[in-house]
């Protein structure tokens, strides 16, 4: 079982950036592809970037070029580095463990 802690959500300006960290338990994080998700109000939860347990990295057309997964095997963590917010970046931010384990999600807001 792995068990996932979202962090570094917040309120920020439009054209701001933040940092999301997910911390994992467990020894075997070094398997698990790593994804963050998120979910707008009234919206169904959509697919934001992926990284595979070797590195390889994936990005929804709406984040790619401002958005950039990376993750940490020393310290168990997978990073969401946000860069160029918009206001339709607000949501909640959930990571995943292979599309499986689940966080309580942590919330982004972008002001206009």
């Known amino acids: 079982q792995v068990q996932l802690v979202e962090s570094g959500g917040g309120l920020v300006q439009v054209g701001g950036s933040l940092r999301l960290s997910c911390l994992a338990s467990?020894?075997?994080?070094?398997?698990?592809?790593m994804s963050w998700f998120r979910q707008a109000p009234g919206k169904e939860r959509e697919f934001v970037s992926r990284?595979?347990?070797?590195?390889?990295?994936f990005y929804a057309d709406s984040v790619k070029g401002r958005f950039t997964i990376s993750r940490d095997y020393a310290r168990n963590t997978v990073y969401l580095q946000m860069n160029s917010l918009k206001p339709e970046d607000t949501a909640v931010y959930y990571c995943?463990?292979?599309?499986?384990?689940w966080g309580q999600g942590t919330q982004v807001t972008v002001s206009s």
């Open positions: 995943a463990a292979d599309d499986h384990w």
């Open positions: 467990g020894q075997t994080f070094n398997r698990y592809t």
């Open positions: 990284i595979s347990w070797n590195g390889v990295t």
